[in-house]
Nanobody
Framework: VQLQASGGGLVQPGGSLSLSCAAS????????MRWYRQAPGKQRESVAI???????NYADSVKGRFTISRDNAKKTVYLQMNSLKPEDTAVYYC?????????WGQGTQVTVSS
């Protein structure tokens, strides 16, 4: 199983970024996919979840600003982040649970700063 995340970068407050995570080695369409983030000195936290049926759930801190989506044909999960705030600064990881364990992407840095 491999998860390859991309799309991070530096953006000003109020700006937008889109993250992607391409999966391989799994039957992507039946897997729940997640985005987590970890800010310096803080624990990793769940940001957004999308199930195999397309149901979504978000952390309260990102509701209304972030959107998780998936393209099963491309085996890719996305995180569209709008109205970014400095407190969104973190390393973002994609995740799935498969074959009895968690799998993580390598992480992509998102920095929100003026």
């Amino acid at each position: 199983v491999q998860l390859q995340a991309s799309g991070g970068g530096l953006v000003q407050p109020g700006g937008s970024l889109s993250l992607s995570c391409a999966a391989s080695g799994i039957i992507f369409s039946i897997n729940t996919m997640r985005w987590y983030r970890q800010a310096p000195g803080k624990q990793r936290e769940s940001v957004a979840i999308i199930t195999s049926t397309g149901s979504t759930n978000y952390a309260d801190s990102v509701k209304g600003r972030f959107t998780i989506s998936r393209d099963n044909a491309k085996k890719t999960v996305y995180l569209q982040m709008n109205s970014l705030k400095p407190e969104d600064t973190a390393v973002y990881y994609c995740n799935t649970f498969n074959r009895g364990r968690d799998w993580w992407g390598q992480g992509t840095q998102v920095t929100v700063s003026s």
